[in-house]
């Protein structure tokens, strides 16, 4: 894709200065009047300046497109304001096709909004690269953006990089729920919030099972919560152990189950839990990541976990961070829903379903 400011005396000027540097497939992006100053500014001479655009990858689809059709017009390829009428370009400089830093000086003021927007969110580069490019064709196939509605259509093209609906907001339906993920995440607490879900609002018969056997405070942790919903606890060092509180448990209608909160680098960690839990269809599993987390230590906790079996995320502490820039990138690439955010540490309040759209809102906020 090019991109390119021109100035000129008139609109005709401008389209053939457009036609001679990009030639006749380019569109106009915008244009507006301005005043040229002239002799050290003191004289004032009305000009054109006009932004116009040149896809070669939206031609070649258009043109495909325009080829599978049964032949009946054989209008322009592209519907936006066509060059008809030429210029001296001010940006004689091209840039890299998908390179949006090289063209901010010349974007429309809807778009440079866009971006901006974009920014703020904490969005990683790849995301905001191919969402301009997306918004940039949108901007070109419908004749223009206002500032008014670039907002909308930048959520929709987000929304679009998110894992589809029905990969969200699943409540909880299994026997068994396993939370897992690496230490300080919020595991203990939001299974907690789970399980007090269950048990208040469902009525459901609960239980829970810890395999966090490595520090005595979590197994505390877990047994204060098990206490307060008068629920039964078993803790389990053993994949046998771990086996016969399945048994006793074979009644209740959602067991609960905590893990280690080891540091998610050792690799002996996730091969414990794959040892232990037998993950089977009767098994809801979350992954818990911390939203306050670095995109780039989320992202390496995803790839350690990808040998387990993921139903969805989980992320927590969203109260604690005023970007969600990694969770989206995070979401966007592993394909993977959210099943729940929590926003504070109050059990069971804290915790909520959230979709597609709405997440996208909460990060544009
Ligand atoms: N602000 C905030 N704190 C949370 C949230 N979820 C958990 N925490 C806190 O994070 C800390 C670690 O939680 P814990 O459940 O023990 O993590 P685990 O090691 O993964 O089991 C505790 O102090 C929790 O109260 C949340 O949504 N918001
Ligand atoms: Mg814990």
Aim: some cysteine; proline content about 4%.
């Amino acid at each position: 894709m090019k991109i390119k400011k021109f100035t000129a005396a008139s609109m005709q000027e401008a389209a053939l200065l457009i036609r001679k540097e990009l030639g006749n497939e380019a569109v106009i992006l915008n244009s507006k009047k301005i005043n040229k100053r002239k002799w050290f500014g003191l004289l004032k001479k009305p000009a054109v300046e006009v932004i116009a655009v040149l896809d070669q990858d939206f031609l070649e689809k258009k043109t495909a497109e325009k080829a599978a059709e049964p032949k009946q017009t054989s209008k322009s390829p592209v519907s936006s304001p066509k060059i008809e009428e030429g210029i001296t370009p001010q940006m004689p400089a091209q840039s890299e096709p998908g390179d949006f830093s090289a063209y901010q000086s010349v974007l429309p003021e809807s778009l440079r909004k866009a971006e901006l927007l974009l920014d703020e969110t904490g969005v990683n580069e790849s995301i905001k690269t191919s969402t301009m490019k997306k918004i940039l064709q949108f901007s070109v196939e419908s004749g223009g953006l206002t500032e008014e509605n670039v907002v909308g259509k930048l959520q929709d093209i987000l929304c679009e990089a998110l894992p589809p609906a029905n990969k969200w907001q699943e409540p909880i339906h299994s026997k068994y729920i396993v939370l897992f993920g690496s230490t300080g995440a919020g595991k203990t607490t939001t299974l907690a919030k789970l399980a007090a879900s269950s048990l208040l609002e469902k009525q459901k018969k609960i239980a829970f099972i810890t395999t966090d056997t490595y520090r005595i405070a979590a197994v505390e942790q877990l047994k204060t919560y098990a206490e307060l919903l008068q629920a039964p606890l078993e803790v389990c060092y053993t994949k046998e152990e771990f086996q016969r509180a399945k048994e006793l448990f074979a009644e209740y209608d959602h067991v609960f189950i905590d893990t280690a909160g080891r540091n998610f680098r050792e690799q002996q960690y996730i091969d414990e839990l794959k040892e232990t839990i037998p993950f089977e269809s009767s098994i809801q599993s979350f992954l818990v990541l911390s939203a306050t987390a670095k995109y780039e230590d989320m992202k390496q906790v995803v790839r350690r976990f990808s040998s387990v079996p993921v139903n969805q995320f989980i992320f927590t502490k969203i109260d604690e961070t005023a970007s969600l820039g990694s969770v989206f990138s995070i979401l966007a690439e592993s394909k993977i829903g959210a099943g729940f955010i929590t926003n504070g540490q109050n059990v069971p309040e804290d915790i909520q379903t959230v979709s597609p759209r709405e997440f996208v809102g909460m990060l544009c906020r």
